[in-house]
């Protein structure tokens, strides 16, 4: 997912990583930033836990980036 600044994939990180997983047995998850882009490694045991996962994952990374635009003083917005 790419941000306009490393600082925002920062922000997305350390807020996506105070939750811990739910079924920590059924689902491994990793969220790392390279520079602008955070980078989501979701494992797993079924399809339906991987679509919960992402799916949970994904409105919170949008959440996060729309409060990061709404409150950005700067140019780090969200492309």
Avoid: W, Y
Avoid at 20 to 36: A, C, F, R, Y
Avoid at 38 to 67: H, Y
């Amino acid at each position: 997912m790419p941000f306009k600044s490393e600082r925002d994939a920062e922000i997305v990180v350390n807020t996506l990583r105070v939750d811990e997983v739910l079924s920590p047995k059924k689902v491994n998850q990793t969220i790392t930033n390279d520079g602008h882009t955070v980078t989501f490694v979701i494992n797993a045991v079924d399809e339906r836990t991987l679509r919960l996962c992402v799916s949970g994952l994904m409105d919170m990374a949008m959440l996060v980036s729309q409060t990061l635009d709404e409150f950005s003083t700067e140019e780090s917005t969200k492309i």
